[in-house]
């Protein structure tokens, strides 16, 4: 199948000419309870019309490969904040899908993203989580790579290889475009894609308010806290995409908690509204009023509130009174792995690590004139509540094991999940200045806006899935094209 349209592509996934379920009978049975999807959408892994997801696509092992090249060979991709670069050589290894990478600094300010993996013998050649370096120097047999890839030193080589070594052909991999947002840094191994403002689409508008309210930015506390967990990416990128709805229940002992340290009264805010966006991301907000300020109900001191408040007056000056005032944005995911938590100081990246575990990247993201006391408060709201010891980190990732790794059962695989939240609801009109479509704080349209840009991506093939061995694109079961993987060296 190939078509320019993604409208096609997402009707021929529906229709038959996606790809292949895996391991998988769609015959009705009685033994199944309630809805099941329809053997007329066979190949289909997402039912847009019933509103329906095929919880397969949390566990299956073949489906995941072909995610890392649909999927994540396709997207821009976050990977550092630009404040953990001050001098040329600074690197922080990450990944981009199953791929690990380092980003360096280079001596122009520039960035470059490198495969972090030998061309000797594919050994990691930066084991560091961060650092500075003027070469990469890999453990095995010592070849070396340049802070820009280079192989720039092979020990003994002259009477390793005399001179039939072309090292300018041997360089470390390097993703073709990489783009910077407001301090984030992102990278892409598809030439093809829209340039990065292009790809975030409205979600830049609301960025803005994430990381540039009044025009003074924002930076990444030191330190990155990375942790494994069990679960597939997509439960949780979703969930930051667009439910509000699961706090009343998930986190409802925390809030109960810090109500009680507080001394006081139990609030869980239900006034506000979610943003789906076109490209597959979400947000999700509190109405902004006056009387409603956030870090007074985060319980921050009075030093804190007050310079937390003058910071909005002058965010209502820089952006404008509806960015400024009406929305007090909590949660957000860009798709298709970044993460955020506004209200908590918190950015994170799901990288997926497996179909069933996932690595979090998080950050800890200040105003950056703020000063040590308020940075200080910022810093423990954020650890307090997410990060790995987090209370309401842990309650998430609770939810995430579970639902994955018991949809991989006999029984279990035959049903589909629901995701009929607020589906036909006309989308609201009462902030007619907010990008995106609007729906009611309790709603599951930006889950269904991630799964649709989910499946227009995975509805074509990666050219490059037949020369890694993939089943689906290899045996003819469906074809098409697209970008060629692009590596530079
Ligand atoms: S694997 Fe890196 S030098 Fe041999
Ligand atoms: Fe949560």
Redesign the pocket.
């Known amino acids: 199948m190939s078509s320019d349209n993604p409208g096609d592509r997402i009707q021929a996934a529906v229709s038959g000419g996606g790809p292949e379920p895996v391991g998988r009978d769609r015959t009705p049975s009685p033994a199944r309870g309630g809805e099941h999807m329809e053997p007329r959408y066979g190949r289909a892994f997402v039912d847009g019309e019933r509103t329906l997801v095929d919880r397969t696509i949390f566990s299956d092992p073949v489906l995941h490969r072909r995610e890392l090249g649909r999927v994540f060979a396709r997207s821009w991709l976050f990977l550092a904040h630009e404040s953990q670069f001050e001098r040329p050589g600074d690197f922080f290894t990450t990944f981009m899908g199953a791929d690990p990478v380092i980003v360096t600094r280079q001596r122009d300010g520039g960035y470059r993203v490198l495969l972090n993996s030998?061309r000797?013998?594919?050994?990691r050649?930066c084991r560091y989580d961060s650092g500075n370096a003027r070469a990469f120097t890999?453990s095995?047999?010592?070849?070396s790579y340049g802070i820009d890839g280079s192989l720039i030193a092979v020990p003994e080589e002259k009477a390793a290889y005399g001179d039939r070594l072309d090292r300018s052909a041997w360089g470390l991999a390097a993703a073709p475009r990489v783009e910077t947002f407001k301090g984030l840094v992102f990278g892409t191994w598809d030439t093809e894609i829209p340039p990065l403002p292009e790809y975030l689409g409205d979600m830049a508008y609301y960025l803005d308010i994430v990381l540039d309210p009044d025009g003074k930015g924002t930076v990444a506390l030191p330190g990155v806290h990375r942790w494994r967990m069990r679960g597939n990416w997509k439960l949780a990128a979703e969930q930051f995409a667009g439910d509000s709805y699961h706090v009343l229940s998930t986190h409802l002992s925390a809030v109960i908690a810090e109500a009680s340290l507080r001394d006081d009264e139990l609030r869980v805010p239900t006034t506000g509204f979610q943003v789906a966006m076109s490209g597959g991301h979400g947000l999700g907000a509190f109405d902004g009023s006056e009387d409603f300020d956030y870090w007074r109900t985060a319980g921050f001191p009075e030093d804190v509130c007050a310079w937390m408040a003058a910071r909005a007056d002058r965010a209502e000056r820089h952006l404008g009174r509806a960015r400024a005032r009406d929305a007090v944005l909590i949660h957000g995911n860009v798709f298709p792995n970044l993460s955020l938590l506004p209200i908590r100081s918190s950015l994170r990246v799901w990288h997926p690590r497996g179909p069933d575990a996932l690595e979090v990247h998080s950050w800890s993201i200040v105003p950056a004139d703020a000063p040590p006391f308020v940075r200080r408060a910022l810093l423990l709201d954020y650890g307090r509540h997410f990060g790995p010891s987090g209370t309401w980190e842990q309650d998430d990732s609770e939810q995430w094991h579970y639902s994955t790794a018991d949809g991989d059962g006999f029984i279990t695989r035959g049903l589909p999940l629901h995701y009929r939240m607020g589906h036909g609801r006309a989308p609201r009109t009462s902030f007619p200045e907010f990008p995106g479509s609007i729906d009611g704080l309790f709603s599951e349209a930006n889950q269904r806006c991630f799964y649709e840009r989910w499946s227009e991506l995975m509805a074509v093939p990666h050219p490059a899935e037949s020369r890694n061995g993939l089943p689906g694109a290899a045996d003819g079961a469906v074809s098409g094209t697209g970008p060629a993987p692009a590596v530079t060296t």
């Not at 000797?120 to 050994?123: E, P, Q, V």
């Not at 095995?140 to 070849?143: A, E, F, Q, T, V």
């Open positions: 030998c000797h013998r594919g050994m050649v890999c095995y047999h010592g070849w």
